[in-house]
């Protein structure tokens, strides 16, 4: 069976319901009805609210508030959903073939499936490893912590891989704010909950494939991390890629091992495969862009977040400013005053530390700018138990720009 678009009303077709697929159809759903069709696509019934995955690994939260459904947010807002998975796309005859065997025809694409965390990458991840990656491993891990009775803990991220289309920092790691939250989260509960000694009872270390830790931010925020994990005597190891995980230690590239009693870590990204299989990615499956985030060889394919190889580091912030971009791009063309947003990146994010502490960041080092804040206070907790909960009573809608335009001044006078 084919379903075609109407050529009156263009037929628009958002593959992924994640940050960056949400932001897009909460910046388009206005023009539904009057100039655009909107159908969203993704494998899951629910969209998953990744920054509060660390309140399930190490607090107990529940998954449920981590979970957003999608067909009545979606439908009862205007647009049709379809809970399936995308098998090929057809980007020259502008068509979709999704898993039950429905071609989907398009005037407009818009990739925001997010990147696939490999862990099988890892060798010996399934059988001892955890991460927080996900609802399924952040709920393992939550499990595991209850349970654990002291020893070696070690987290890190692996080294991921990208390709050389765009011109966008060469990052090893994917990002490393999880690991900051993995520390300093396990390391609250362990001296607060279950009263464990620090250095005699457990000892956390931590590994990094860069020659420095937090590469995507400067030396502020580094230094202020840095000085944390001293004074916990958590210890790091420097350009350490991993290569396995065994019942107990982690082996690296340079041949070295780390004993380790509980491995915490975050896998390498990869594309989605009917990226890789559709030909749409460049040589590591991830899409290429230009900054108004339209793919380099299809004209009417857009992406946005964690799958766009500009997207450096993979972070939920990245993926919001650029489904503004991708949204705004897609409106002017369709005929609307609308200004595209530049393609001006920054690392933001709030890392919960366990207990009423958190550290927000404020970076734009990496991408050649001079805003580098470190705040470390109950407030960026706060701050972020708004955030999660704004996004989760709202279906996945980011608060309304002028409460993020005075979030970024609040963090300027801060």
């Not at 205007?78 to 398009?106: H, P, R, W």
């Not at 250095?199 to 995507?216: A, H, K, N």
């Not at 230690?249 to 990204?269: M, N, R």
């Not at 080092?365 to 955030?387: E, T």
């Amino acid at each position: 069976m084919r379903l075609k678009p109407s050529k009156d009303i263009k037929k628009i077709v958002i593959l992924g319901a994640g940050f960056a697929g949400l932001h897009i159809f909460y910046k388009i759903r206005h023009l539904i009805g009057k100039k655009i069709d909107v159908t969203v696509i993704d494998a899951k019934s629910h969209s998953l609210l990744k920054p509060s995955l660390p309140e399930i690994s190490f607090e107990g939260a529940p998954i449920s508030h981590s979970l957003v459904e999608l067909q009545h947010s979606l439908e009862s807002r205007g647009a049709t959903f379809i809970c399936d998975e995308v098998v090929n796309i057809n980007a020259k005859e502008n068509e979709l073939t999704l898993k039950q065997g429905v071609n989907l025809g398009y005037d407009y694409l818009f990739l925001a499936t997010g990147a696939i965390k490999d862990y099988d990458a890892i060798q010996g991840y399934r059988e001892f490893g955890y991460s927080v990656c996900d609802d399924i491993e952040a709920q393992k891990l939550w499990k595991k912590v209850q349970t654990f009775e002291g020893g070696k803990i070690v987290t890190g991220a692996a080294k991921s891989s990208w390709g050389t289309r765009v011109d966008a920092p060469p990052l090893l790691a994917p990002c490393e704010g999880p690991i900051g939250e993995i520390m300093f989260m396990l390391d609250y509960y362990l001296t607060h909950e279950k009263a464990y000694k620090r250095m005699l009872e457990y000892s956390i270390e931590v590994f990094t494939p860069g020659e420095i830790f937090f590469e995507d931010v400067g030396d502020a925020p580094r230094d202020a991390i840095g000085k944390i994990m001293q004074e916990r005597k958590m210890q790091l190891f420097n350009q350490k890629v991993l290569t396995e995980i065994t019942k107990d230690s982690l082996k690296f590239e340079d041949g070295t091992t780390i004993a380790c009693d509980l491995a915490i870590v975050i896998p390498p990204y990869s594309a989605p495969k009917v990226l890789l299989s559709s030909k749409l990615g460049d040589e590591k499956g991830f899409i290429p862009t230009d900054k108004e985030m339209r793919h380099l060889d299809y004209k009417n394919i857009f992406a946005a977040g964690d799958i766009t190889a500009l997207a450096q580091p993979k972070l939920g912030h990245v993926a919001i400013i650029q489904g503004a971009i991708a949204a705004a791009t897609l409106m002017k063309e369709l005929g609307e005053e609308i200004a595209i947003p530049a393609h001006e990146l920054e690392v933001f994010c709030i890392m919960n530390m366990g207990g009423h502490d958190a550290t927000l960041i404020a970076s734009d080092i990496l991408y050649g700018g001079k805003r580098d804040i470190v705040f470390h206070s109950p407030l960026a907790k706060m701050m972020k138990w708004g955030f999660d909960s704004y996004l989760y009573y709202n279906k996945g809608h980011m608060p309304p720009d002028f409460a993020l335009d005075a979030t970024d001044k609040l963090v300027g006078l801060l």
